[in-house]
């Protein structure tokens, strides 16, 4: 069974940061591109950052640069370090491969006061 479990997420002020785990089954997570999905209210989920396994990354334009993604391969584990938030990186953030599978997580939420 598929497990996709994020953590630590929270309130933060402008140009804080915040560390989101997201423990994996070992089925997703050894085979595939991980990344971290966002949702913000009323719009649609995106892709904010991927891990391939080999550890190459790629980020969106919009967080590039103050975000970084990591895989621990042993803890089938990825992270999230987000630094300098800002008010628009509200949303709550979700893991899976990329391209995702059907299942998804409940997620996390980031909330960044202005």
């Known amino acids: 069974q598929v497990q996709l479990a994020e953590s630590g997420g929270g309130l933060v002020q402008s140009g804080g940061s915040l560390r989101l785990s997201c423990a994996t089954s070992g089925s997703i997570f050894s085979f595939y591109t991980m990344g971290w999905y966002r949702q913000a209210p009323g719009k649609q989920r995106e892709l904010v950052a991927r891990i391939t396994r080999g550890g190459s990354t790629n980020y969106a334009d919009s967080v590039n640069g103050r975000f970084t993604i990591a895989r621990d391969n042993a803890k089938n584990t990825v992270y999230l370090q987000m630094a300098s938030l800002k008010p628009e990186d509200t949303a709550v953030y979700y893991c899976?491969?990329?391209?995702?599978?059907?299942?998804w997580g409940q997620g996390t939420q980031v909330t960044v006061s202005s």
């Open positions: 899976n491969s990329d391209p995702p599978r059907a299942y």
